[in-house]
């Protein structure tokens, strides 16, 4: 599939053209800026040639039309889709959309939360939407990567009333974020749900992005794009309380004060310029304001990135991004001296040199660290061209119906621990069949103890397992007072230690969770759908009195599994799910 994708900013406009199929392959880069007098710059990369102009375009809507004629002139043609950039896609869009009239009006309804970014977003759907009115118009949001945040880091303490109103956190760059955790996940040979990143895309905008096991967790930019680092013209995280004290002592309205805050500030408002390159100039030089505007850039930074280290639990990686991250040298440095605490640290000579070509992802950490240090060039408008494909590919064939099993708290044991709980040389006797083969509820059964309350007669499960593992809802962790994470089964690394107790004795073990809402299913069932092991899809439970549709339920596919859908008693309750019901796979996520 042949992608055209879109890039616009309120002064530049980004294009590329890129074949999707089994290999990706860039035919065309370009874009057009610095729009005066009728005319702009133009920079083209054609099958690797550059062909830069001066053009006879005066603006970006002018800069689109023309589109097609330096393709048509350089032989290109064969258009399947455009995709566009779009910053802000609020809580409705959680993945690529297409762009009908109905997206296009819920999209400029969120204007006032991205006013710099969605305007021209739009303005360049509507300029393509003429020249290419035959062709499918797809919005890849980069608010969407974020929507999988948990709502206890999306959450503002606020008055309802405010929350209702559409109040919370969205972060953004998620286009970013999500394709330099893929491509850190290839450098360092694991899929990407096994690992802990910290992804930093520094320009001139700017965020951090941690991304847990696949997922973003917690991001620097908030409701809009001000909140978090010290960006070009952006001020980052500041007091909300500065809106009051600028209102009483400059007589400043609100809406002067967010244009500032917007236009003004960051380091422009620092050093006089927004560009870090100036600023860094400027600090060899002994311009003691461009000194403390790095020191400021930098301690924002690392501060982020320690916090979510530890909101994590620890990293397995750190990447770099963006123009400033890609090529400041000195700035890399900067944020990752002093986290070597936590396993961070720079080998000097491969910090200097730095070669991107080619899409490479070089690792920059020292002789034996422990945490990856990668840098690699952000490639949005390529993952753009790839959701686009996928949203354009997605088929929804007849519905699948699955029974859906709702899972109690319960027990898996280890053999060690089934004696050091029940006496030495005590085995699991089963008490009834479950319905996966070879599993039975065992007679057995544990208190799990918890800093704050206990959960008493807890099945075990049968048989035992190399590993202990304890399955509780989120509502059993507040019981508990004690956090857990949610996990598929047997993902248990990083996980918080709970004592259990039995009429024999005690243990302390790793091992709890919240069970990640998953399907067994046989390999028959998984090929009749065409679903593949830890995919994730959608499950629409009707009948209950409050039908549901689950998102993010993960396939796993095994030799002889009853197929089966499980979720927890929480999730049963918000489903009005008793016992158990029956669910509609509806199709991949």
């Not at 005066?58 to 330096?70: E, L, N, Y």
């Not at 399955?471 to 508990?480: G, K, P, Q």
Request: some cysteine; charged content about 20%; overall charge negative.
């Amino acid at each position: 599939m042949r992608i055209l994708v879109f890039n616009a900013g309120s002064s530049s406009l980004k294009f590329g053209l890129y074949d999707i199929t089994g290999a990706e392959t860039l035919r065309v880069k370009g874009g057009f800026d610095r729009f005066q007098g009728g005319s702009c710059d133009l920079k083209l990369t054609v099958n690797d040639q550059r062909h830069d102009a001066r053009a006879p375009h005066g603006d970006m809507a002018a800069a689109i039309a023309a589109v097609p004629g330096i393709l048509a002139a350089h032989g290109i043609g064969g258009i399947n889709a455009i995709g566009h950039r779009i910053a802000h896609g609020g809580a409705r869009f959680d993945r690529p959309a297409l762009l009908d009239a109905a997206t296009l009006a819920a999209i400029e309804e969120l204007t006032p939360l991205a006013p710099l970014h969605n305007p021209a977003n739009l303005a360049a759907v509507a300029m393509a939407r003429q020249v290419w009115p035959d062709l499918p118009q797809v919005g890849v949001f980069d608010t969407s990567f974020h929507l999988s945040a948990p709502e206890f880091s999306t959450t503002y303490a606020v008055p309802l009333k405010w929350r209702e109103a559409g109040l919370r956190r969205f972060g953004f760059h998620g286009t970013s974020h999500k394709y330099v955790a893929l491509r850190a996940a290839e450098v360092i040979g694991q899929p990407m749900d096994r690992l802990q990143i910290v992804s930093c895309h520094l320009g001139n905008g700017a965020s951090v992005c941690a991304i847990n096991r696949g997922r973003s967790m917690d991001t620097s930019m908030g409701l809009t794009p001000l909140e978090g680092l010290v960006m070009g013209t952006r001020s980052g995280d500041v007091d909300p309380g500065a809106f009051g004290f600028l209102s009483r002592e400059l007589g400043l309205s609100v809406e002067e004060i967010e244009t500032a805050l917007y236009n003004d500030s960051g380091l422009k408002a620092l050093t006089g310029s927004p560009d870090m390159r100036d600023a860094e100039e400027r600090a060899a030089a002994g311009d003691p304001a461009a000194q403390l505007a790095i020191e400021i850039y930098a301690y924002r930074a690392r501060k982020y990135i320690g916090a979510y280290a530890a909101a994590m639990g620890g990293i397995d990686a750190l990447v770099f991004t963006g123009g400033i991250g890609e090529n400041s040298a000195s700035m890399r440095r900067r944020i990752c001296d002093g986290l070597e605490f936590m396993g961070v640290t720079l080998d000097i000579d491969r910090n200097q040199r730095v070669d991107l070509a080619n899409r490479a992802a070089p690792e920059l950490q020292g002789w034996g660290a422990r945490v990856r240090v990668i840098v690699t060039e952000t490639q949005e408008q390529l993952q753009i061209a790839r959701e686009t494909a996928a949203a354009l590919a997605v088929t929804r064939p007849a519905r699948l119906v699955l029974p859906v099993a709702v899972s109690a708290r319960h027990v898996h044991l280890s053999q060690a621990h089934v004696e050091a709980l029940f006496g030495p040389g005590a085995v699991l006797t089963a008490e009834f069949p479950l319905r996966q083969p070879g599993n039975f509820a065992a007679h057995q059964k544990v208190t799990i103890e918890g800093p704050k309350g206990t959960l008493d007669q807890v099945r075990v499960l049968g048989p035992t397992r190399p590993r202990t593992q304890i399955e509780v809802s989120r509502t059993d962790t507040f019981a508990l007072g004690v956090k857990a994470p949610v996990r598929l089964s047997g993902d248990l690394d990083g996980t918080p230690k709970i004592r259990l107790a039995g009429p024999a004795g005690s243990v302390e073990t790793d091992g709890l969770i919240i069970a990640a809402r998953h399907i067994h299913m046989h390999p028959d069932d998984a090929a009749r759908w065409g679903v593949a092991d830890r995919q994730e899809v959608e499950v629409r439970v009707t009948g209950t009195g409050r039908d549901m549709t689950f998102s993010d339920v993960i396939v796993r596919v095994q030799p002889e599994a009853f197929t089966e859908m499980h979720i927890d008693t929480d999730e049963a309750n918000a489903a009005g799910i008793s016992g158990g019901a029956e669910g509609a796979l509806i199709g991949p996520q």
